[in-house]
């Protein structure tokens, strides 16, 4: 995403099992790469990744341009 990836839009580069598909190569974003998870951020893994993606999703609304 050249322009970098507009809050609530899905990354063009997860895959079907939401996993980066430029996970570890140089192209990936240097955000991702910073961003490193905590405990706070994942939660359970019984909820298949929902607190995760809303923990995600308030994260971008906190840091979305006004």
């Known amino acids: 995403m050249p322009q970098g990836k507009p809050a609530g839009v899905r990354c ?17 974003p240097a955000v991702c790469a910073q961003l490193q ?3 706070e951020m994942c939660g359970l893994e019984e909820d298949g990744g929902q607190h995760a993606r809303l923990y995600l999703a308030r994260l971008e609304k906190l840091t979305a341009p006004d």
């Open 12 to 28: 063009v580069q997860l895959d079907a099992q939401m996993r980066c598909r430029i996970f570890g190569q140089p192209e990936r």
């Open 37 to 39: 998870p905590q405990p």
